[in-house]
């Protein structure tokens, strides 16, 4: 057909065709939602996986600072040590009270080497002798964490800047957690270990792992309904966990992912990293990661000598640990543990399945893959 006398326009007929109906629009912001949608858990997932990644890193730093240190040494360093003893009614700059941590131990070799020295000399003049004031005292000094004591997957909840996120082993050991110079528990970090000492080969034997600090630096308190996470704080006061340790994660103590209303839980781990207590720098492997705490005890500070630390992350399924030999693993938190209901042992094989055999460094237990 053709038209005669009427004029088309063809610019203003293809400008007319290039917008977007109702339903297109519609449909294609629908398509960006799910987009968007199916993006942000792979973006989620990819932030855990640095952070994980920087955790490691980290563990990967103590494990050459553990290795060097033995070089020098011929000995691991002390879980707590120093400059002996606390007095009551004595200055609290009179010494460290032999409770100075490995991480001070450590500095020099995880690059905080000006630190130790300032450590080292003390503060005469303002009454702080050489080797510091009681560990658990604020000082200028130590009072601002190495970056590298601090995993980024556990950031949050501290109340000073003191805390961090490592822990040393203690192995399958419940009681006599804080000896003196002349103790010891079947973990790398009971006293001075020495490498040939790991008869379980240092490949097969954990040396340090991680823990999530308490959300405050506090307590005994009783707690209220879904108010404290099992993974952080230490349910105090919790009788017979000493020798039955699946106590621990019965109804009577957790509910969930909180320990149980009612309990007495206190908040002492993770914000002093210069003080050498279990229950601010340890963890033993009895009960499997990510469970919570607990102790037959009933101190009030960080003193409790009979705990149940098994170390605790926010990395789903489980933690990392820094085996003897300076690898970096991730340990499941369904790990074998053998029999809980059984008590601790001094020596032989652990009962604790896999994750006790792991722990101690003289058991002769054969654990394979893990």
Same mark, same amino acid.
């Given at each position: 057909?053709?038209?005669?006398?009427?004029? $088309?326009?063809v610019?203003?007929?293809?400008?007319?065709?290039?917008?977007?109906?109702?339903?297109?629009?519609?449909?294609v912001?629908?398509?960006?939602?799910?987009?968007?949608?199916?993006?942000? %858990? @792979?973006?989620?997932?990819a932030?855990?996986?640095?952070?994980?990644? *920087?955790?490691?890193?980290?563990?990967?730093?103590?494990?050459?600072?553990?290795?060097?240190?033995?070089?020098?040494?011929n000995?691991l360093?002390?879980?707590r040590?120093?400059?002996?003893?606390?007095?009551?009614?004595?200055?609290?700059?009179? /010494?460290?009270?032999?409770?100075?941590?490995?991480?001070?131990?450590?500095?020099p070799?995880?690059? *905080?080497?000006?630190?130790?020295?300032? $450590?080292?000399?003390?503060?005469?003049?303002a009454?702080?002798?050489?080797?510091?004031?009681?560990a658990w005292?604020?000082?200028?000094?130590?009072?601002?964490?190495?970056?590298?004591?601090?995993?980024?997957?556990?950031?949050?909840g501290?109340?000073?800047?003191?805390?961090?996120?490592y822990?040393?082993?203690?192995?399958?050991?419940?009681?006599?957690?804080?000896p003196?110079?002349?103790?010891?528990?079947r973990?790398?970090?009971?006293?001075?270990?020495r490498?040939?000492?790991i008869?379980?080969?240092?490949? /097969?034997?954990?040396?340090?792992?991680?823990r999530?600090?308490? *959300?405050?630096?506090?307590?005994p308190?009783?707690?209220?309904?879904?108010?404290?996470?099992?993974?952080?704080? $230490? @349910?105090?006061?919790?009788?017979?966990?000493?020798?039955?340790?699946?106590?621990?994660?019965?109804?009577?103590?957790?509910?969930?992912?909180?320990?149980?209303?009612?309990?007495?839980?206190?908040?002492?781990?993770?914000?002093?990293y210069?003080?050498?207590?279990?229950?601010?720098?340890?963890?033993?492997?009895?009960?499997?990661?990510?469970?919570?705490s607990?102790?037959?005890?009933?101190?009030?500070?960080?003193?409790?000598?009979?705990?149940?630390? %098994?170390?605790t992350?926010?990395?789903?399924g489980?933690?990392?640990?820094?085996?003897?030999?300076?690898?970096?693993?991730?340990?499941?938190?369904?790990?074998?543990?053998?029999?809980?209901?059984?008590? %601790?042992?001094?020596?032989?094989?652990?009962?604790?399945?896999?994750?006790?055999?792991?722990?101690?460094?003289?058991?002769g237990?054969?654990v394979?893959?893990?």
């Amino acid at each position: 057909m053709v038209l005669i006398g009427k004029k $088309i326009d063809v610019g203003a007929t293809r400008c007319a065709r290039m917008g977007f109906t109702l339903v297109e629009l519609l449909v294609v912001i629908a398509i960006i939602g799910v987009l968007v949608g199916l993006l942000l %858990p @792979a973006v989620q997932a990819a932030r855990e996986a640095a952070r994980r990644m *920087q955790c490691s890193n980290n563990l990967k730093q103590f494990g050459l600072a553990n290795h060097n240190y033995h070089d020098t040494y011929n000995a691991l360093p002390f879980r707590r040590g120093g400059t002996c003893c606390w007095q009551s009614g004595a200055p609290g700059g009179i /010494n460290n009270a032999g409770r100075l941590s490995a991480f001070v131990s450590l500095m020099p070799f995880y690059e *905080q080497g000006a630190m130790y020295d300032l $450590i080292r000399a003390g503060d005469p003049a303002a009454g702080i002798s050489p080797g510091g004031p009681y560990a658990w005292n604020s000082w200028g000094v130590w009072n601002n964490a190495p970056g590298v004591v601090l995993c980024p997957s556990a950031a949050g909840g501290f109340s000073h800047d003191r805390s961090h996120n490592y822990a040393f082993s203690m192995g399958d050991s419940v009681t006599g957690l804080n000896p003196g110079y002349t103790g010891d528990n079947r973990g790398v970090f009971g006293q001075a270990t020495r490498f040939a000492e790991i008869i379980d080969g240092t490949s /097969n034997t954990i040396m340090m792992s991680e823990r999530l600090g308490s *959300q405050t630096n506090g307590g005994p308190t009783t707690v209220g309904l879904n108010q404290v996470e099992a993974v952080q704080g $230490i @349910a105090n006061s919790v009788a017979g966990s000493n020798t039955n340790p699946q106590i621990c994660m019965t109804p009577a103590v957790v509910t969930g992912r909180f320990f149980t209303a009612g309990l007495t839980v206190k908040g002492r781990w993770g914000h002093q990293y210069t003080d050498g207590q279990a229950e601010r720098v340890g963890f033993n492997t009895v009960l499997p990661p990510n469970s919570a705490s607990c102790s037959s005890g009933d101190n009030p500070n960080s003193d409790n000598t009979v705990a149940l630390l %098994p170390p605790t992350s926010r990395h789903p399924g489980g933690v990392n640990v820094l085996m003897a030999d300076g690898a970096v693993r991730f340990v499941s938190q369904t790990i074998d543990t053998g029999n809980l209901a059984a008590p %601790p042992v001094n020596s032989g094989f652990s009962p604790y399945g896999v994750w006790g055999g792991l722990g101690s460094k003289n058991g002769g237990e054969t654990v394979g893959e893990f």
